[in-house]
Nanobody, 126 residues
Framework: QVQLVESGGGLVQAGGSLRLSCAAS????????MGWFRQAPGKEREFVAA????????YYADSVRGRFTIFRDNAKNTVYLQMNSLKPEDTAVYYC???????????????????WGQGTQVTVSS
């Protein structure tokens, strides 16, 4: 059973940076695309970014494009989310998820992800 464990969340001032990590167990990590989602209090879970199995293709929500970068290290079974120029509206619990295939077709559709981590809190103060 694949497990995903996020880390790297915390409290940061607006304009600051954080790097989230998501470590995956198992031997099949490199076969799957991965994604990051976030959920703020009282809001639905929303897509943030996704990356193909090789890292050759990346996808971003409009709200984070240019500020966040998703990348992966298949040798370490880890996917990362580098978050720069953080804003208070980025405050949320961030989740990593495994896409159900290696190639991404609809990265923002939660139903395309079959494994989820427990989440890590990111709080951006103004």
């Amino acid at each position: 059973q694949v497990q995903l464990v996020e880390s790297g969340g915390g409290l940061v001032q607006a304009g600051g940076s954080l790097r989230l990590s998501c470590a995956a167990s198992g031997r099949t990590f490199s076969s799957y695309a991965m994604g990051w989602f976030r959920q703020a209090p009282g809001k639905e879970r929303e897509f943030v970014a996704a990356i193909s199995w090789s890292g050759g293709a990346t996808y971003y929500a409009d709200s984070v494009r240019g500020r966040f970068t998703i990348f992966r290290d298949n040798a370490k079974n880890t996917v990362y989310l580098q978050m720069n120029s953080l804003k208070p509206e980025d405050t949320a619990v961030y989740y990593c998820a495994r896409y159900s295939a290696g190639t991404v077709y609809k990265p923002s559709d939660l139903n395309n992800y079959d494994r989820w981590g427990q989440g890590t809190q990111v709080t951006v103060s103004s």
